[in-house]
T-cell receptor
Framework: GESVGLHLPTLSVQEGDNSIINCAYS??????FIWYKQESGKGPQFIID?????DKRQGQRVTVLLNKTVKHLSLQIAATQPGDSAVYFC?????????FGTGTKLQVIP | NAGVTQTPKFQVLKTGQSMTLQCAQD?????MSWYRQDPGMGLRLIHY???????DQGEVPNGYNVSRSTTEDFPLRLLSAAPSQTSVYFC?????????????FGQGTRLTVV
């Protein structure tokens, strides 16, 4: 998983397997969380979001889980594909500011 | 649809030089922000603006100035570049920071200070 201040962790996953990327956030007052995907040489792109009054949200092949008790967020990618290879960031929104985690690099093994 | 446009994409500066990184968005977004991205550090907030005429400091504001004279533009100024400012800079915008909405990012400016 990722946490602010650590070196960028890498997750290697076989193509077709499921990926789980974890994130520990810091502010218990944060009320909105977002996962972004950043491909090499590009800016981050929105994947999925979740409000603090939810504990799970599903998109197309992606699911975000939120555990407010332990301030933990996870992104699950089903049937991981080569195009999923990227760095994934979680972000938490507090008052007027969005704080990003350090990111997790996902490598998909063909 | 242009979205968020950053210029230039690449820049090399000598220590002590000044320059402005440009950022423009065409989505009528109220909130704009600048981040720098360094290896192993993720995205760190430099400055942000919640609307035209309003700016505030983020996590790492030292050495940078911003202004927001229009809704569309949010330039980032380096007054006297230092090697520690070598980084990739991203501008982002969202419709309103206090709404639960995603941010749209530019493609980034890779700055090297020698």
């Amino acid at each position: 998983g990722e946490s602010v201040g650590l070196h960028l962790p890498t997750l290697s996953v076989q193509e077709g397997d499921n990926s789980i990327i974890n994130c520990a956030y810091s502010n218990s007052a944060s009320d909105y969380f977002i996962w972004y995907k950043q491909e090499s040489g590009k800016g981050p792109q929105f994947i999925i979001d979740i409000r603090s009054n939810m504990d799970k949200r599903q998109g197309q092949r992606v699911t975000v889980l939120l555990n407010k008790t332990v301030k933990h967020l996870s992104l699950q990618i089903a049937a991981t594909q080569p195009g999923d290879s990227a760095v994934y960031f979680c972000a938490e929104k507090g008052y007027q500011k969005v704080t990003f985690g350090t990111g997790t690099k996902l490598q998909v093994i063909p | 649809n242009a979205g968020v446009t950053q210029t230039p994409k690449f820049q090399v500066l000598k220590t002590g030089q000044s320059m402005t990184l440009q950022c423009a968005q065409d989505m009528n977004h109220e909130y704009m922000s600048w981040y720098r991205q360094d290896p192993g550090m993720g995205l760190r907030l430099i400055h942000y603006s919640v609307g035209a005429g309003i700016t505030d400091q983020g996590e790492v504001p030292n050495g940078y100035n911003v202004s927001r004279s229009t809704t569309e533009d949010f330039p980032l100024r380096l007054l006297s570049a230092a090697p520690s400012q070598t980084s990739v800079y991203f501008c982002a915008s969202s419709s309103h920071v206090n709404q639960e909405t995603e941010a749209f990012f530019g493609q980034g400016t890779r700055l090297t200070v020698v």
